[in-house]
C-alpha cells in the first residue's frame, strides 16, 4: 500500500521559515517523481515544486521562485521543500505527491497541472502578518 506522509506544517510569522518533509513508502522510490502541491480555502490546488527521479531537475511556480527548495533523499525515501520568506498567501495545505510517469522532459507539465497519482493527507502551512 504506498503511503505518503507530510510532517513539518504550522504557524509561522511573514518572513519565518519552515522545513516541510514527506515520507514515502509502498512504492520504489527513485523510481518516482515526486512534487509539492498546495490548495487554499476556494482555490484551486497548484503544482508548487516538482523534482525529478534522479534529483537533477526541478520545477517551481513562479512565486515561489527563490524561496522554496525542493529535495531527496533516496536512501531514506524522503522528500523536502525548505521554505523561506514565507508570506501570508502562502498559507494553504500543503500536500506531497508521487508519480512514476514525469520523465525530466515533461516534468513541468505534470507539476503545473498536478497530475499526480499518489497523494498525502496534507500538511497545514499558515503564515501571520
Known amino acids: 500500500q504506498v503511503q505518503l506522509v507530510e510532517s513539518g506544517g504550522g504557524l509561522v510569522q511573514a518572513g519565518g521559515s519552515l522545513r516541510l518533509s514527506c515520507t514515502v513508502s509502498?512504492?520504489?522510490?527513485?523510481?518516482?517523481?515526486l512534487g509539492w502541491f498546495r490548495q487554499a480555502p476556494g482555490k484551486e490546488r497548484e503544482g508548487v515544486a516538482c523534482i525529478s527521479r534522479n534529483g537533477k531537475r526541478a520545477y517551481y511556480i513562479d512565486s515561489v521562485k527563490g524561496r522554496f527548495t525542493i529535495s531527496r533523499e533516496n536512501a531514506k525515501n524522503t522528500m523536502y521543500l525548505d521554505i523561506e520568506s514565507l508570506q501570508p498567501e502562502d498559507t494553504a495545505m500543503y500536500y506531497c505527491?508521487?508519480?512514476?510517469?514525469?520523465?525530466?522532459?515533461?516534468?513541468?507539465?505534470?507539476?503545473?497541472?498536478?497530475?499526480?497519482?499518489?497523494w498525502g493527507q496534507g500538511t497545514q502551512v499558515t503564515v501571520s502578518s
Open positions: 505527491a508521487a508519480d512514476i510517469r514525469p520523465q525530466m522532459e515533461d516534468l513541468d507539465r505534470y507539476c503545473s497541472r498536478a497530475d499526480f497519482r499518489s
Open positions: 509502498g512504492l520504489t522510490f527513485g523510481f518516482h517523481a
